[in-house]
């Protein structure tokens, strides 16, 4: 079934320290999986993405790693700042079904 | 330029009206999206066109009628609106599914 289960619902680090999200999903066909940023009053945007045939991508202080046969993936921030606070979201692709579905969102707090 | 483009920003009416999303894309993409947030954040799709053409319908309810005049165009039409029905609603498009998703500023709707 198209489920994606995102942990924990609420993240609060102490700035400087890292973040890490996961998320689980399902169905073995998906083969794209985003993550967005939301921030206050604003629509999501994205931050990275990977691919089903890649184990792990990096941009700077963000990182995205894959594990295809635990179908779960996860979101890595380090050295965080206090502009990281925000929603984060995982999501996974269907080609075949021309959508994407969204985890439940994290809401990371960056403390001063 | 705003890559995609909703109106209005906030709505609020009274149960039981007629109301219109207008939502507009100037990056050429093939596909566009329209997803309803909740209270609790969770990001839930609700239909997906692709060259006008709509491919995925997720359970929503018929009072809810997506238009797409052209390629760059999704518009939606909400009837007899209920209580239930406030959330705040974002329009996205995508040149692909596997590929970067962009989402609008997000319709506050708010039913009295």
């Known amino acids: 079934g198209e489920n994606v289960e995102q942990h924990p619902s609420t993240l609060s680090v102490q700035e400087g320290d890292s973040a890490v999200i996961k998320c689980t999903y399902s169905?073995?066909?998906?083969?794209?999986f985003p993550w967005y940023k939301q921030e206050l009053g604003k629509g999501p945007q994205l931050i990275i993405d990977i691919r089903s045939n890649v184990g792990e991508k990096k941009d700077q202080r963000i990182a995205v790693t894959l594990n295809k046969t635990a179908k779960h993936f996860s979101l890595h921030i380090t050295e965080t700042q206090p502009e990281d606070s925000a929603v984060y979201f995982c999501a996974e692709g269907y080609s075949s079904a021309s959508k994407i579905i969204f985890g439940s969102g994290t809401r990371l707090s960056i403390r001063p | 330029d705003t890559a995609v483009s909703q109106t209005p920003k906030y709505l609020v009416t009274q149960m039981g009206n007629d109301k219109s999303i207008k939502c507009e894309q100037n990056l050429g993409h093939d596909t566009m999206y329209w997803y309803k947030q909740d209270s609790k954040k969770f990001l839930k799709i609700m239909f997906s066109?692709?060259?006008?053409?709509?491919?995925i319908n997720e359970t929503v309810p018929n009072r809810f009628s997506p238009k797409s005049p052209d390629k760059a165009h999704l518009n939606l039409h909400i009837n007899s609106l209920e209580l239930g029905d406030s959330a705040v609603y974002f329009c996205?498009?995508?040149?692909?599914?596997?590929?970067?998703?962009?989402f609008g500023q997000g319709t506050r709707l708010t039913v009295v």
């Open positions: 066109y692709n060259n006008k053409e709509l491919i």
């Open positions: 996205a498009s995508s040149q692909r599914v596997e590929g970067e998703a962009f």
């Open positions: 169905d073995s066909a998906s083969n794209y």
